[in-house]
């Protein structure tokens, strides 16, 4: 095969490109790769290590001949090619996958592979879920790019632990209380920003999070400072506690079922308690899109001017949109400060705010089952090969680059209009290659 | 305030009065009053960057006229002073509606959905603004069968209900710039401002536009302002032209009138030769003689 | 009085820091009207670039002061141009033409990439550096006296020479009239045989030499650094870019000086803690009241 390629290429050109990919390597390499900074008794100084330097060189050298021998191959082959159809496929599966998505996730914590870790990622991937769909309605539906978003998830998480710790209210009462405060914080920083577009609103946006957080470190009487807040409290199942030893003259979830305890009642509960939430975001979403709302914002992600010249207030569409995902992240953030029982600034940086905005990108904008495949590559992949630790954000960001190379439009971009006028066509369950009839362009 | 038909001596539609817009020190458009009028088509013709998307721009709010007066004398709701409404106000309200010069549609929604965004305000009333959507109450769900069927009803006028599922972005340009008209029309508007319609269109799509919009004109209550290039449909279908170059109205009056007006032509074919102007102005008319007897 | 002067002076300082980088910024968003959110990395890696060419210098024993720093200089600008060069072939070249959050999403996550980069190869842990330049004038004498160090004359002088001939090459060199032409309208400026691409290329080589450039002088004037200081510099800067409009060269300068001298000022007379505040704040109150900078040309919407 690479034998053909090569033929319709001119040896020497490859052999030039690959050379020069070599030498930038060659640069780039020798200030960072090729001297540490090492700390020494009289200040730093410096270690070398050529051997990193010959392997990045080397290696992009060879990774550049593949890559050009690669692609001429591609070009050779004439065809559909795969990518283009993952898409079309999905959306004829994607009732069959929700379905057996929902169910895998209902039944996750009765498999005999769940332990304690495995439902601690389940936590944390749907929490991320739950953040990405919430988002969703933002940068997916209405096309706001919202850099911020962590500072709503801040804004529930403390709402909680303050209230849940002052006030000696239940989960049950603050949840919708921290998620009225984020959604109002929603609507204040959305109000005068978002007539901004597109980057402007973006860094905007960054900068109030970024703004939030500096007063979450510095208001120290309120949110004592860097130090967070601990022993906020857990949820309990209807008043029930996950404790080991029941009050004296009452019950504790285990005595009430006559359960023997084990201390994964309470994470297989809290599990629950994000895949409902999660889900109630879904169905949410899934419903506002069909009504008058939710197509507005889509056309407002279209054509911002084609909407005000029909009518619609741009305004007070972007901040139905900003309020509503705001508020989803007050929930998850009152989840978030339930189930770890300690809160600090150092959880609502920058980086999760872009990796939230990364899921729903990646995922595909505004498609709900996008955001889950892209939480399962960015989180889920990292989080179980422990080995990648040290690595993780670091692939993280590579990662980010190469789905945007690969496909810009997110990795199941596809959305099906709201209302029809036509039955669906009905198309071939399965991932064939063929193309429905009439869907134009080959 | 009352409905009413329109008996005579009352006020037209639109008014125009010393409409003036400036960028920085540039005049885009200098002291042009013009009229407009419930079942006419009024065409404004003018050479390129003679302000007549700025017209527009004016018209729909999009920009703040420097001075100038614009009512439109709604048949229902009664006058509206449009330099004062707030852009997004003006089709919501006084129920102006336009298409665009470079086609804006939403591509990555369906034909359908394009139409039903336009009724957006009389859905989200509807909706109970949202809450009773969500509920997924009756009265909502009535509604947008209603919608549904003023989509339907637009869709079969300009010939795209086969393809109302389809992504809009998919559609052929004419079919496209078709679509755009629908889309003004769904939300229902007394006044249709079209921006250069026929542009980029074949000629038998030229036809069929010109025969759209004289039966828009003829079949609802609706006046229509018209910028366009394409001088057959203009002479065609309009009933009152108003030229503008450089900013400022050289002339108006009947199709006839201007075809025959030395500024209009010298303004279109500047310091060109008298004795050139009788033959292009004659292939002209025979022309729209044609395209008339299509008719 | 004395108080304020020397604020003074460490608010220029700061703010030609600020502008250098912002200058990268402005330059970006001109052609391809995108923010470059990985500049601020591009910084970072050029003050650890500076960083590792003094202790380079000093093992190999050349410790002539001018010759050291104009070898730093060279180096740090020479590599990152590189780190530069690369960014943009990598995350921004093969999504041109694609929607615009995609390239945003891909600069988001070179960012990332570049960050943890360094912090993998350099390691975590904050490098300090002994002072290089010590030493100043003592401006005025009292309770509290006015210095005005020869780091922070360095670091001013450099800046408006950097500028100089930077604001030459734009004017006069053929590079800078096709980068000035495609700031304009990219297709014409292919059209009329332009290399667009090596033009983008080049623009994004000199924003990361002036990047650098700041990344050094940083290195120098606080003599510590950390593979984390790309971010907040890099919003700062952004705001510089923002505040003095976007696109234009001078405004990138004055909004760099003006948020230098608004943070140290701010620092000094009011919170230091809420210092960055004041910056997103700036940034914030001007994109809402006048999204064109102050040196920047109004844009008229098209519709």
Same mark, same amino acid.
Request: hydrophobic fraction near 50%; include cysteine.
């Given at each position: 095969? +690479?034998e053909?390629? +090569?033929?319709?290429?001119?040896?020497?050109?490859?052999?030039?490109?690959?050379?020069?990919?070599a030498?930038?390597? %060659?640069?780039?390499?020798?200030?960072?790769?090729?001297?540490e900074?090492?700390?020494?008794?009289?200040?730093?100084?410096?270690?070398?290590?050529?051997?990193?330097?010959?392997?990045?060189?080397?290696?992009?050298?060879?990774?550049?001949?593949?890559? $050009?021998?690669?692609?001429?191959?591609?070009?050779?082959?004439?065809?559909p090619?795969?990518d283009?159809?993952?898409?079309?496929?999905?959306?004829?599966?994607?009732?069959?996958?929700?379905a057996?998505?929902?169910?895998?996730?209902?039944?996750?914590p009765?498999?005999?592979?769940?332990?304690?870790? *495995? %439902?601690?990622i389940g936590?944390?991937?749907?929490t991320?879920?739950?953040?990405?769909?919430g %988002?969703?309605?933002?940068v997916?539906?209405a096309?706001?790019?919202?850099?911020?978003?962590?500072?709503?998830?801040?804004?529930g998480?403390y709402s909680?632990?303050l209230?849940?710790?002052?006030f000696?209210?239940?989960?049950?009462?603050?949840l919708?209380?921290?998620?009225?405060?984020?959604?109002l914080?929603?609507?204040l920083?959305?109000?005068?920003?978002?007539?901004?577009?597109?980057?402007?609103?973006?860094i905007v946006?960054?900068?109030?999070?970024e703004?939030?957080r500096?007063i979450?470190?510095?208001?120290?009487?309120?949110?004592r400072?860097?130090?967070?807040?601990?022993?906020i409290?857990?949820?309990?199942?209807?008043?029930?506690?996950?404790a080991?030893?029941?009050?004296?003259?009452?019950h504790?979830f285990h005595t009430?079922?006559?359960?023997?305890?084990?201390?994964?009642?309470?994470?297989i509960f809290?599990?629950?308690?994000i895949?409902?939430? +999660?889900?109630?975001?879904n169905?949410?979403?899934?419903?506002?899109?069909?009504l008058?709302?939710?197509?507005?914002?889509?056309?407002l992600?279209?054509?911002?001017?084609?909407?005000?010249?029909?009518?619609?207030?741009?305004?007070?569409?972007?901040?139905?949109?900003?309020?509503?995902? +705001?508020?989803?992240?007050?929930?998850?953030?009152?989840?978030?400060?339930?189930?770890?029982g300690?809160?600090?600034?150092?959880?609502?940086t920058?980086?999760?705010?872009?990796?939230?905005?990364?899921?729903? *990108?990646?995922?595909?904008?505004?498609?709900? $089952?996008?955001?889950?495949?892209?939480?399962?590559?960015?989180?889920?992949g990292?989080?179980?090969?422990?080995?990648?630790?040290?690595?993780?954000?670091?692939?993280?960001?590579?990662?980010?680059v190469?789905?945007? $190379?690969?496909?810009?439009?997110?990795l199941?971009a596809?959305?099906?209009?709201?209302?029809?006028?036509?039955?669906a066509?009905r198309?071939?369950?399965?991932?064939?290659?063929?193309?429905?009839?009439?869907?134009?362009?080959? | 305030?009352n409905? &009413?038909?329109?008996?005579?001596?009352?006020?037209?539609?639109?008014?125009?009065?010393?409409?003036?817009?400036?960028?920085?020190?540039?005049?885009?458009?200098?002291? #042009?009053?013009?009229?407009?009028?419930?079942h006419?088509?009024?065409?404004?013709?003018?050479?390129?960057?003679?302000?007549?998307?700025?017209v527009?721009?004016c018209?729909?709010g999009?920009?703040?006229?420097?001075?100038?007066?614009?009512?439109l004398?709604?048949p229902r709701k009664g006058?509206?002073?449009?330099?004062r409404m707030?852009?997004?106000?003006?089709?919501q309200? !006084?129920?102006?509606?336009r298409t665009?010069?470079?086609?804006?549609?939403f591509?990555?929604?369906?034909?359908?959905?394009n139409l039903?965004? !336009?009724?957006?305000? #009389?859905?989200?009333?509807?909706?109970?603004?949202?809450?009773?959507?969500?509920?997924?109450?009756k009265?909502?769900?009535?509604?947008? !069968?209603?919608?549904?069927d003023?989509?339907?009803?637009w869709l079969?006028?300009?010939g795209l209900?086969?393809?109302?599922?389809? @992504?809009a972005?998919?559609?052929?340009?004419?079919?496209? &710039? &078709?679509?755009?008209?629908?889309?003004?029309?769904?939300?229902r508007?007394?006044?249709?401002?079209?921006?250069?319609?026929?542009?980029?269109?074949?000629?038998r799509?030229?036809?069929?536009?010109?025969q759209?919009?004289?039966?828009?004109? @003829?079949?609802h209550?609706?006046?229509?302002?018209?910028?366009e290039? @394409?001088?057959?449909? #203009?002479?065609?279908?309009? @009933?009152?032209i108003?030229?503008?170059d450089?900013?400022?109205?050289?002339?108006?009056?009947?199709?006839?009138?201007? &075809?025959?007006?030395?500024? #209009?032509i010298?303004a279109?074919?500047?310091?060109?030769?008298?004795?050139?102007?009788?033959?292009e102005?004659?292939?002209?008319?025979a022309?729209?003689?044609?395209?008339?007897?299509?008719? | 009085?004395?108080y304020?002067l020397?604020?003074?002076?460490?608010? /220029?300082?700061?703010?030609a820091?600020?502008g250098?980088?912002?200058?990268?910024?402005?330059m970006?968003y001109?052609?391809?009207?995108?923010?470059?959110?990985?500049?601020?990395?591009?910084?970072?890696?050029?003050?650890?670039?500076?960083?590792?060419?003094?202790?380079?210098?000093?093992i190999?024993?050349?410790?002539?002061?001018?010759l050291?720093?104009? /070898?730093?200089?060279?180096?740090?600008?020479?590599?990152?141009?590189f780190y530069?060069?690369?960014?943009?072939?990598?995350?921004?070249?093969? /999504?041109?033409?694609?929607?615009?959050?995609?390239?945003?999403?891909?600069a988001?996550?070179?960012?990332?990439?570049?960050?943890?980069?360094?912090?993998?190869?350099q390691?975590a842990?904050?490098?300090?550096l002994?002072?290089?330049i010590?030493?100043?004038?003592?401006l005025?004498?009292?309770?509290?006296?006015?210095r005005?160090?020869y780091i922070?004359?360095?670091?001013?002088?450099?800046?408006?020479? /950097?500028m100089?001939?930077?604001?030459?090459?734009?004017a006069?060199?053929?590079?800078?009239?096709?980068?000035?032409?495609?700031?304009?309208?990219?297709?014409?400026?292919?059209?009329?045989?332009?290399?667009?691409?090596?033009?983008?290329?080049?623009?994004?080589?000199?924003?990361?030499?002036?990047?650098?450039?700041?990344?050094?002088?940083?290195?120098?004037?606080?003599?510590v650094?950390d593979?984390?200081i790309?971010?907040?510099?890099?919003?700062?800067?952004?705001?510089?870019?923002v505040?003095?409009?976007?696109?234009?060269?001078?405004?990138a300068?004055?909004?760099?000086?003006l948020?230098g001298?608004?943070?140290v000022?701010?620092?000094?007379?009011?919170?230091?803690?809420?210092?960055?505040?004041?910056?997103?704040?700036?940034?914030?109150l001007?994109?809402?009241?006048r999204?064109t900078?102050?040196?920047?040309?109004?844009?008229?919407?098209?519709?």
């Amino acid at each position: 095969m +690479a034998e053909t390629a +090569a033929k319709g290429l001119d040896p020497v050109a490859i052999l030039k490109e690959a050379g020069l990919a070599a030498f930038v390597a %060659l640069m780039l390499a020798v200030p960072l790769a090729g001297l540490e900074t090492v700390s020494a008794p009289g200040g730093l100084t410096i270690n070398t290590r050529w051997d990193w330097v010959a392997i990045a060189v080397g290696s992009v050298f060879v990774g550049r001949l593949l890559l $050009i021998l690669w692609r001429e191959q591609g070009r050779r082959r004439s065809g559909p090619r795969l990518d283009l159809d993952i898409g079309e496929n999905l959306r004829t599966a994607m009732p069959v996958l929700a379905a057996a998505g929902i169910a895998f996730a209902v039944v996750l914590p009765f498999l005999p592979f769940a332990d304690r870790r *495995v %439902l601690d990622i389940g936590i944390l991937v749907m929490t991320y879920i739950m953040l990405g769909w919430g %988002l969703n309605i933002v940068v997916g539906l209405a096309g706001l790019l919202d850099l911020g978003y962590v500072a709503f998830y801040a804004v529930g998480a403390y709402s909680y632990a303050l209230l849940a710790i002052h006030f000696d209210l239940s989960f049950w009462v603050c949840l919708p209380l921290a998620g009225a405060l984020a959604a109002l914080f929603g609507y204040l920083l959305g109000f005068p920003v978002l007539r901004l577009r597109g980057d402007y609103l973006a860094i905007v946006t960054l900068g109030f999070g970024e703004i939030i957080r500096i007063i979450l470190i510095n208001w120290y009487d309120l949110t004592r400072g860097p130090d967070g807040i601990s022993g906020i409290p857990r949820p309990t199942f209807f008043g029930l506690d996950f404790a080991r030893s029941p009050p004296p003259d009452g019950h504790t979830f285990h005595t009430f079922f006559g359960l023997d305890f084990s201390p994964l009642h309470r994470i297989i509960f809290l599990y629950y308690l994000i895949l409902v939430l +999660a889900l109630i975001t879904n169905a949410f979403t899934l419903r506002i899109r069909r009504l008058p709302v939710g197509r507005a914002w889509e056309a407002l992600r279209e054509d911002e001017i084609a909407c005000r010249s029909l009518g619609i207030n741009p305004r007070n569409t972007k901040l139905t949109a900003f309020t509503l995902g +705001a508020m989803f992240a007050g929930f998850a953030g009152s989840f978030f400060a339930t189930r770890q029982g300690f809160i600090s600034p150092e959880s609502f940086t920058f980086i999760e705010s872009a990796i939230i905005v990364a899921i729903v *990108v990646l995922g595909g904008m505004g498609s709900q $089952i996008g955001v889950v495949v892209a939480t399962l590559v960015l989180i889920a992949g990292p989080e179980l090969i422990r080995e990648l630790q040290e690595f993780r954000m670091l692939a993280f960001g590579g990662l980010m680059v190469m789905i945007m $190379i690969w496909r810009p439009r997110g990795l199941l971009a596809f959305r099906d209009p709201t209302v029809r006028l036509h039955p669906a066509p009905r198309r071939r369950l399965g991932f064939g290659r063929r193309k429905p009839a009439g869907s134009g362009a080959p | 305030m009352n409905p &009413r038909s329109e008996p005579l001596g009352s006020p037209p539609l639109l008014q125009v009065e010393h409409l003036t817009m400036r960028f920085g020190g540039l005049v885009a458009i200098g002291d #042009v009053s013009f009229e407009a009028a419930n079942h006419k088509i009024t065409a404004i013709i003018g050479p390129n960057g003679a302000g007549k998307t700025t017209v527009f721009n004016c018209l729909t709010g999009f920009y703040k006229p420097s001075e100038g007066r614009l009512t439109l004398n709604h048949p229902r709701k009664g006058p509206f002073l449009l330099e004062r409404m707030e852009g997004f106000t003006i089709p919501q309200k !006084a129920d102006v509606a336009r298409t665009f010069q470079n086609v804006r549609l939403f591509p990555a929604m369906s034909v359908l959905e394009n139409l039903i965004i !336009a009724q957006h305000n #009389v859905l989200m009333r509807a909706s109970g603004y949202t809450l009773w959507g969500l509920l997924g109450l009756k009265r909502f769900r009535q509604a947008e !069968a209603e919608a549904v069927d003023l989509c339907r009803y637009w869709l079969d006028r300009v010939g795209l209900l086969p393809r109302a599922d389809d @992504d809009a972005g998919n559609l052929a340009y004419g079919d496209q &710039r &078709r679509l755009e008209i629908a889309r003004a029309m769904c939300i229902r508007p007394v006044l249709l401002c079209l921006d250069e319609p026929a542009a980029g269109l074949n000629p038998r799509e030229s036809a069929e536009l010109n025969q759209l919009l004289l039966s828009i004109r @003829d079949e609802h209550e609706i006046g229509i302002l018209l910028i366009e290039h @394409d001088m057959s449909v #203009v002479m065609g279908i309009s @009933d009152y032209i108003v030229v503008l170059d450089y900013g400022r109205k050289i002339a108006e009056g009947v199709p006839a009138a201007i &075809r025959n007006d030395p500024t #209009v032509i010298k303004a279109y074919l500047g310091e060109a030769e008298e004795d050139e102007l009788p033959e292009e102005v004659a292939a002209d008319l025979a022309r729209d003689r044609a395209a008339q007897a299509q008719v | 009085m004395e108080y304020f002067l020397q604020q003074l002076i460490n608010g /220029l300082t700061l703010g030609a820091i600020y502008g250098l980088i912002a200058i990268g910024y402005t330059m970006v968003y001109g052609i391809i009207g995108m923010i470059n959110f990985a500049h601020g990395e591009i910084y970072m890696i050029g003050a650890f670039i500076a960083l590792i060419a003094f202790l380079v210098l000093g093992i190999l024993g050349i410790t002539w002061l001018p010759l050291a720093l104009l /070898l730093v200089l060279l180096a740090a600008m020479v590599f990152t141009a590189f780190y530069g060069w690369t960014l943009e072939r990598i995350a921004y070249r093969p /999504l041109r033409g694609s929607p615009r959050l995609a390239a945003l999403i891909s600069a988001i996550g070179m960012s990332i990439f570049l960050q943890n980069y360094v912090q993998l190869l350099q390691g975590a842990r904050v490098k300090p550096l002994q002072p290089v330049i010590p030493g100043g004038v003592v401006l005025m004498e009292g309770a509290i006296s006015v210095r005005f160090n020869y780091i922070q004359m360095m670091i001013i002088a450099t800046t408006v020479v /950097l500028m100089a001939i930077f604001s030459l090459i734009i004017a006069k060199t053929a590079m800078g009239r096709a980068q000035r032409a495609c700031q304009q309208d990219q297709t014409m400026s292919a059209l009329v045989g332009i290399n667009v691409d090596r033009t983008i290329s080049m623009t994004f080589v000199i924003g990361a030499t002036l990047a650098a450039v700041a990344g050094m002088m940083v290195t120098l004037y606080y003599g510590v650094i950390d593979f984390f200081i790309g971010f907040l510099a890099g919003i700062k800067a952004f705001t510089a870019a923002v505040v003095g409009g976007i696109g234009s060269l001078p405004g990138a300068m004055l909004g760099g000086l003006l948020i230098g001298l608004i943070e140290v000022f701010w620092s000094a007379y009011f919170t230091i803690e809420y210092k960055d505040v004041a910056a997103f704040s700036i940034l914030i109150l001007v994109l809402m009241f006048r999204p064109t900078g102050l040196l920047g040309k109004p844009e008229i919407e098209k519709v």
